[in-house]
């Protein structure tokens, strides 16, 4: 068994400061499924953006005949700094997934709706940015993309509500803003492993 976690910087383990060199996600998924999880994840990363590390290009670069499980968990990046519209981004979204089923059709996937954020202090969950829609729509509009493309949808709004919530994320978040401390990263791999089994991924 082996995982690519592709993503932006919440995949690559940044925590506001500084990248972390233990303690990621995927470091402690690889602990707990007993399996590689090679990390792909790039801060600031994108779904309809197309430089290195955004999603298109890695799916256009990956040789995913090397994976059985891949885990894909972008979006927050797009909602803060692009204009694109949420059409585009699922629209675009599917087609990627398509890609990676068309380089190995036995392939698992598992897509990660973006964590909830807090910009300038204020839950984003209500808040347009340029796109034109909010952060929960950005959040449902992923998650039915998944669903509509049978992908294995983890929605932490469902599947861990209180994970980051107003009580808690300024302990949660190092930055209080949204990027995990070290224990909140631990919490999250813990929470995607008991996914992953639950949902036959493995």
């Not at 801060?43 to 885990?71: C, E, W």
């Amino acid at each position: 068994m082996k995982i690519l976690a592709l993503g932006d910087s919440i995949t690559n383990g940044y925590d506001g400061d500084r990248d972390l060199t233990s303690g990621t996600y995927p470091q402690v998924l690889s602990k707990l499924l007993h399996c590689p999880v090679d990390n792909y994840g790039v801060n600031n990363a994108m779904i309809t953006r197309h430089q290195d590390g955004d999603l298109t290009p890695r799916v256009n670069s990956v040789d995913f005949k090397q994976y059985d499980l891949v885990i894909i968990f972008y979006g927050t990046n797009d909602y803060a700094h692009l204009t694109t519209s949420l059409s585009e981004i699922k629209q675009e979204l599917s087609a990627d997934i398509a890609i990676i089923r068309k380089h190995n059709p036995q392939i698992k996937l598992l897509g990660i709706v973006p964590m909830n954020r807090w910009d300038f202090n204020h839950n984003a969950d209500q808040i347009k940015r340029a796109g034109g829609y909010t952060f929960r729509d950005l959040q449902s509009g992923i998650a039915d993309t998944y669903r509509q493309n049978k992908v294995a949808c983890l929605d932490w709004r469902i599947v861990a509500p209180d994970l980051l919530t107003d009580e808690n994320y300024q302990e949660r978040l190092h930055d209080a803003h949204l990027h995990p401390n070290a224990k909140t990263y631990a919490m999250m791999a813990e929470i995607i492993a008991k996914f992953i089994q639950s949902h036959d991924l493995i």
